[in-house]
């Protein structure tokens, strides 16, 4: 079972690049300004975005421009994280943006590391028995 990252919570995206991977760092501080996390997601299979209004979009990393959604999280606040037993991860931001990895059956669909949680790495097929079950579909972002 994957960890559900909770310390993600507060924290603000401070940077996005692509390339054959989408990476999207994080940080966060304490009441006192003090950095509390600084970590990156790196995200190498399909991912979905979905905005406020509902609209969904399933993006590829490596495809250049149509990875122009992504742009819109820098600066957002993210306000809730899920991580399915499977290691699907659900991201939720303060403009009501939704982000989903769902596990590759063939490759590693994304790690998050750096300071604050522990590192996290989900490799192929995803994490434990409940792989490919209702709610957590196998190469499907969420």
Request: proline share 8%.
């Amino acid at each position: 079972m994957v960890k559900n990252p909770v310390e993600l919570v507060g924290a603000q995206v401070t940077c996005t690049s692509f390339d054959y991977q989408v990476r999207i760092s994080f940080t966060g501080h304490s009441p006192d300004g003090r950095v509390r996390i600084d970590v990156e997601l790196v995200i190498e299979t399909a991912l979905s975005v979905t905005d406020a209004g509902g609209s969904r979009v399933v993006l590829e990393p490596g495809t250049g421009t149509s990875l122009a959604p992504l742009l819109g999280l820098f600066g957002r606040t993210v306000t809730r994280t899920g991580v399915a037993d499977c290691g699907a991860l659900r991201l939720e931001f303060d403009d009501g943006t939704g982000l989903g990895v769902a596990p590759d059956p063939d490759c590693e669909s994304w790690s998050l590391t750096g300071f604050g949680p522990e590192p996290v790495l989900v490799g192929p097929g995803g994490q434990g028995e409940t792989c490919g079950e209702p709610g957590c579909p196998v190469g499907a972002p969420s």
